[in-house]
């Protein structure tokens, strides 16, 4: 679907996934076709210490078909105070809308092109943070390193979740580069956080040190968008809670037992979850401060892959 073939003011949830793909709306634009990929990521928590980053990727094309029938849906979702409609999955659950949920996650599922997730207890992060203890070489010779001016990032769940899941997302697609070949560029977009900054202040320093043979694939650095006008960060929520429901009714370990309390469409997605336990934590922290977490990462993914409705 080219550009030019959108029709501009019909959704406005679909004119701001067009709108990241080609900087502004076009008023004039060459009839190129547009192959990049947008993932989508929210997060979710609960008072056990489960934390959960996760949201879907799909090509711009679908994510546009995707925005006009959610934004078509939003009246089964909860009415906000200022008279909007907006899907928040713990809302849907908290105000007996789970009857309604059918109909979003039906949205997803024929349009969505995987799911990822990554899974940690923030109880166990601040534990290994402030046990983390880390060695370097220099001259031959190891001496300790002085991380604690890092301490605070690696503290926060939000930073140390999404370095994991950028660089075990692209681990995959190395592993499985018939699904997204490495030629594609996935930009990634998430809902507002006050770890915005963090993100930005270091991404730079992140993407130089990542592999140079799939470096380029990484996509522009993440955006930050409300929820309420980019639509596929509100799937991204749906998946999140979901997963961190899972996690906490069979262990982060078995998540693949969850199933979904509703009627869904059969929907081959793959899903990529990732699960840092306590025993990983410290591993996957050093490497992390480190040039590259993907070392760490390498033989300590949890994954599965199934139908998102569960089968």
Avoid at 127 to 145: E, K
Wanted: proline fraction near 5%.
């Amino acid at each position: 679907m080219s550009i030019l073939h959108h029709n501009w003011g019909e959704s406005p949830a679909a004119d701001h996934v067009w709108a990241q793909v080609c900087g502004v709306r076009p008023s004039k634009s060459s009839d190129r076709r547009f192959l990049t990929l947008q993932a989508y990521i929210d997060d979710s928590v609960d008072g056990s210490g489960i934390y959960v980053l996760a949201g879907y990727i799909s090509s711009a094309q679908r994510w546009a078909a995707f925005a006009k029938e959610w934004e078509e849906r939003l009246p089964l979702s909860v009415l906000q105070e200022d008279g909007s409609f907006r899907f928040k999955m713990s809302e849907m659950a908290r105000f007996g809308r789970m009857e309604n949920v059918s109909a979003f996650h039906n949205v997803i599922a024929r349009n969505v092109q995987m799911s990822v997730a990554c899974v940690i207890n923030k109880y166990d992060l601040e534990h290994s943070v402030d046990s983390l203890h880390v060695s370097i070489q220099q001259d031959n010779v190891t001496i300790p390193a002085n991380i604690e001016h890092m301490k605070d990032a690696l503290r926060d769940p939000f930073y140390f979740t999404f370095r994991v899941l950028m660089d075990a997302f692209h681990l995959f697609r190395v592993e499985a580069p018939q699904l997204f070949p490495l030629d594609d560029v996935v930009d990634f977009y998430f809902d507002e956080t006050t770890s915005k900054a963090r993100v930005q202040r270091t991404w730079g320093s992140y993407i130089e040190n990542r592999d140079e043979k799939y470096r380029s694939a990484y996509g522009v650095e993440p955006r930050f968008e409300d929820d309420t006008e980019f639509l596929p960060i509100q799937a991204a929520d749906f998946w999140a809670w979901w997963v961190r429901k899972w996690a906490l009714e069979y262990g982060p370990g078995h998540i693949e037992e969850g199933r979904f309390p509703f009627p869904t469409i059969e929907s081959p997605t793959p899903n990529l979850v990732i699960y840092i336990d306590k025993e990983k934590m410290v591993e996957a922290l050093a490497g992390l401060v480190g040039p590259t977490v993907q070392k760490a990462l390498a033989n300590n993914l949890y994954r599965f892959a199934r139908g998102s409705d569960g089968s």
